[in-house]
């Protein structure tokens, strides 16, 4: 197998697990420390198959999760997402150039509002008390799915 096959292989195991995590914080509320350290140790694979190099692409890489890390844990600090979705979203930093995980936040915080808004509308036809609980990894994930739809229409030589 060619590494270019091997590449999409591994966008595709990327893609699954991103489902995974959707589908159980919709149903959970809650999304695997499993799955995220399964997400975040294929990056190294990734990073050897792809070919970069120790300096600077994977010190930037986890240069990048860390500061994704340090950014959410303050938002999880203050109640305002849970710890699954951070380490959802510092895994995903490791496998993406920064401006294509920008690209991912943005998608992210768009698609975190609609579905908050529908939540909200949903919570008002059912007529429910208490606060609204999104389950956030379904924007992350569907950012990260987009994002990887991107990604894979163009060669893999010029993913990073």
């Given amino acids: ?7 999409y292989l591994l966008w595709a195991g990327l893609a699954i697990a991103l ?5 159980t ?4 509320r809650h999304i695997s420390n499993w799955l995220n350290l ?3 140790l294929g990056a190294p694979v990734f990073w050897m198959v792809s070919g970069m190099t120790v300096w600077p692409d994977m010190i930037g890489q986890i ?3 860390a500061i994704i890390f ?3 844990a303050g938002l999880f600090a203050i109640g305002a997402m849970g710890g699954g979705d951070v380490k959802l979203l510092t895994a995903l930093a490791l496998w993406m150039h920064w401006l294509t995980f920008l690209e991912l936040l943005v998608i992210m915080s768009i698609a975190g509002g609609v579905l908050t808004l529908l939540m909200m ?3 008002n036809i059912q007529k429910t008390e208490g606060p609204i609980k999104v ?9 990260g799915l987009w994002t990887i739809w991107g990604i894979t229409g163009q060669s893999s030589q010029t993913i990073f």
């Fill in 1 to 7: 197998m060619d590494s270019e096959t091997f590449i």
């Fill in 19 to 23: 489902i995974v995590a959707a589908i």
């Fill in 25 to 28: 914080d919709l149903k959970n």
């Fill in 38 to 40: 399964g997400i975040a």
């Fill in 63 to 65: 240069g990048l999760a």
């Fill in 70 to 72: 340090t950014i959410f």
């Fill in 121 to 123: 509308i949903s919570k």
């Fill in 135 to 143: 389950p956030y990894g379904v924007a992350i994930a569907f950012a």
